[in-house]
């Protein structure tokens, strides 16, 4: 089977990759009941030996709702009224999402706020506060 490079780190077989063709909804008229142009792409993730763990945990959180339980990744495409258009529109998606999921995460490096800034921030705070006791009403001391 043909191999589908998605970048350096994946590449998928074609044959993991499965596709229906289901009717589009939306205006069209009787046409739109005749024709399957709509495609759903499904790729197995969970089953797929072309990624590490870590990829597929990325993948799992960018997908969101369409990953199934089963680990089965859906995506629809019905924007264009052919049915190769529509094709090849989910797949583009389905790649973006795996190059997406491919990159490393970036490690937040913790700082800690500046002496400066905790005065500011102090000074800012009792400021707002001697304002809040102007508006009460004053004593008859």
């Known amino acids: 089977m043909a191999k589908i490079r998605i970048n350096d780190r994946i590449e998928i077989d ?17 046409n739109v009941n005749k024709l399957a142009t709509a495609v759903q792409l499904r790729f197995d993730v969970a089953g797929t030996k072309s990624m590490t763990p870590a990829i597929k945990r990325r993948l799992a959180i960018h997908a969101g709702r369409r990953l199934s339980a089963s680990g089965k990744l859906t995506i629809t495409a019905r924007e264009h009224r052919s049915q190769q258009l529509n094709r090849e529109a989910a797949r583009t998606r389905l790649f973006n999402l795996l190059r997406q999921a ?17 005065r500011k921030r102090l000074n800012s705070k009792t400021k707002l506060g001697d304002k809040k006791k102007l508006r009460g009403k004053p004593s008859l001391d």
Do not use: M
């Open 14 to 30: 074609e044959a993991e990759l499965e596709e229906t063709f289901i009717q589009a909804g939306g205006p069209g008229g009787q």
């Open 102 to 118: 491919s990159k490393p995460e970036k490690y937040r490096v913790k700082t800690k706020p500046t002496q400066a800034s905790k």
